[in-house]
């Protein structure tokens, strides 16, 4: 198991996000979070990067354990240098004063893997997306929506990450930037890379992950394989449409 959230509460000042939710996720898996606005899935992610209040909420009971060991302790810098994991962000967070080069260079300034290994994943993004080899000279604020998505997940992979967690990534996106995006995820993850996933369109996370858990208020609803839930009719009435 390498990432597991046990029993997990966090609070924003005085109001309760998450009420004792517990998830796992395996090395290699796509696991999604699934369920409305306001059901804690962005809280959990940020709870899980160990962002520090006012940004995240305060741990207030649980833990959460990377390869059987805490983290709660740790500074977001250590999540990311140590842990290789990180997030790409609702709404992106490019700098969009900066060229596509700069952004995915200046997400290499933690690594301590040398040039050659850094050279290798920019071969990857540049690859995978690209849109971003077309554009590496381009101010990123003038990207398309969906460019600026593949900028944000390009950026996170040139952290040396092997765990990504995936806020919203369809965000904003035309259908077949959407499909573009996603299968080029499902690439990356037969590559080696762990995703945890939220996403709004609850219909394609099912199909992209291999399990998931419905976070409701605060509370994981139910969990299983996609395959399971796409067939609940609880989760079909309330997220699949039907």
């Known amino acids: 198991m390498l990432l597991s959230v046990q029993n997990l509460r966090v609070k924003y000042g005085n109001i309760e996000a998450?009420?004792?939710i517990s998830f796992h996720v395996n090395r290699g898996e796509i696991v999604t979070l699934i369920g409305a606005n306001g059901a804690g899935k962005t809280t959990t992610l940020l709870s899980?990067?160990?962002?520090?209040?006012?940004?995240?909420?305060?741990?207030?009971?649980?833990d959460?354990?990377?390869?059987?060991?805490?983290?709660l302790g740790w500074e977001t810098h250590d999540v990311v240098r140590k842990l290789h994991m990180d997030l790409s962000p609702e709404g992106r967070r490019?700098?969009?004063?900066?060229?596509?080069?700069?952004?995915?260079?200046?997400a290499t300034y933690a690594r301590k893997d040398g040039e050659e290994a850094i050279a290798r994943d920019l071969d990857r993004v540049l690859s995978?997306?690209?849109?971003?080899?077309?554009?590496?000279?381009?101010r990123s604020e003038s990207l398309s929506?969906?460019?600026?998505?593949?900028?944000?997940?390009g950026r996170a992979i040139?952290?040396?990450?092997?765990?990504?967690?995936?806020?919203?990534?369809?965000?904003?996106l035309a259908p077949l930037l959407m499909y573009e995006m996603f299968r080029t995820l499902k690439k990356l993850n037969e590559l080696g890379l762990t995703i945890l996933l939220i996403e709004q369109n609850a219909k394609v996370a099912l199909n992209f992950a291999h399990r998931g858990y419905v976070l409701?208020?605060?509370?994981?609803?139910?969990?299983?394989?996609?395959?399971?839930?796409?067939?609940?009719?609880?989760?079909k009435k309330a997220y699949l449409g039907g």
Do not use: W
Request: glycine share 10%.
């Open 94 to 106: 490019i700098f969009g004063n900066l060229t596509v080069m700069e952004n995915l260079i200046l």
């Open 145 to 153: 929506g969906g460019e600026q998505q593949m900028l944000a997940v």
């Open 128 to 138: 995978l997306f690209p849109r971003m080899s077309e554009r590496r000279k381009q």
């Open 64 to 71: 959460i354990l990377y390869e059987g060991q805490s983290i």
């Open 18 to 20: 998450l009420h004792g």
């Open 216 to 235: 409701d208020t605060g509370e994981i609803k139910t969990s299983g394989t996609a395959e399971e839930l796409k067939h609940d009719p609880e989760v």
């Open 158 to 172: 040139m952290t040396g990450c092997d765990f990504i967690l995936l806020d919203e990534p369809s965000m904003g």
């Open 48 to 62: 899980i990067m160990r962002l520090p209040p006012p940004e995240a909420p305060k741990v207030i009971e649980g």
